[in-house]
């Protein structure tokens, strides 16, 4: 399993860089090949030497990872219409604020009088 991860993520990276070299002209073509090829090789060579364990341990940190995300997106489709658009607009504003302003959006729940993001 391992081996085929590997070897998928070796083979998307030899193809991205195949495609990048065609659309360029031949002398940038060499040198997009040659210096891609020396991606490769030094990947090959970190990946040779990362445990078996931790190996393990990343794949399923991204599993992990997907499902969280797959659950956040399913969440997000159940909210209404009006709250979907609501955080889009949010999102807008806190684009437009510098960092550490961000702060600054909150909601006041007239319920309790708390403070909320």
């Keep these: 399993m391992i081996k085929k991860n590997i070897l998928t993520v070796i083979g998307v990276v030899l193809l ?3 495609a990048l070299g065609a659309q360029s002209t031949k002398q940038t073509d060499a040198s997009n090949t040659t210096q891609s090829q020396k991606i490769v090789d030094e990947y090959k060579e970190y990946v040779a030497k990362i445990l078996p364990e931790v ?4 794949i399923t940190y991204r599993k992990e990872i997907s499902r969280i995300n797959r659950l956040k997106r399913e969440t997000y489709q159940k909210l209404s219409q009006e ?3 609501y955080l889009a607009k949010e999102q807008e504003f806190r684009k437009k604020l510098p960092i550490k302003n961000k702060k ?4 006041s729940d007239e319920n309790n009088g708390k403070s909320t993001k």
């Design 104 to 107: 600054l959006i909150n909601i």
């Design 16 to 18: 991205a860089s195949s």
């Design 55 to 58: 190996r393990e341990e990343i």
């Design 83 to 85: 709250a979907q658009n």
